[in-house]
């Protein structure tokens, strides 16, 4: 069983910068596939960014592609999102999640294991 723990949303404005991380517990966390996902109020869950167990392969929603770095350090145990140039409408609840799968699979119900999420607010 694999605990996760998402940390360092809080408000920043538009244009400005953030890094969120998840730690992970209670597993072999080199052994997953991890995932950064978001929803917004109203809206469907969807992926952000995702990372391979060695974290060699990346792969990005369109629209954060060139804004926000995915990376993880399977020493510490941890997921990060680095979030650049941030827009009001990047506004939604982060959660980072734990696959089993060697594939990068976008779709939610591909993950295992979800931390309780973190909530980011950008104003313009």
């Known amino acids: 069983q694999v605990q996760l723990v998402e940390s360092g949303g809080g408000l920043v404005q538009a244009g400005g910068s953030l890094r969120l991380s998840c730690a992970a517990s209670?597993?072999?966390?080199?052994?997953?596939?991890m995932g950064w996902f978001r929803q917004a109020p109203g809206k469907k869950r969807d992926f952000v960014a995702l990372?391979?167990?060695?974290?060699?392969?990346?792969y990005y929603q369109d629209s954060v592609k060139g804004r926000f770095t995915i990376s993880r350090d399977n020493v510490l145990n941890s997921l990060y999102l680095q979030m650049n140039s941030a827009k009001p409408e990047d506004t939604a609840v982060y959660y980072c999640?734990?696959?089993?799968?060697?594939?990068?699979?976008?779709?939610?119900?591909?993950?295992?294991?979800w931390g309780q999420g973190t909530q980011v607010t950008v104003s313009s």
């Open positions: 209670g597993g072999t966390f080199s052994t997953y596939s």
């Open positions: 999640a734990a696959s089993r799968s060697y594939v990068l699979l976008p779709a939610g119900s591909s993950y295992d294991y």
């Open positions: 990372i391979s167990q060695s974290g060699a392969r990346t």
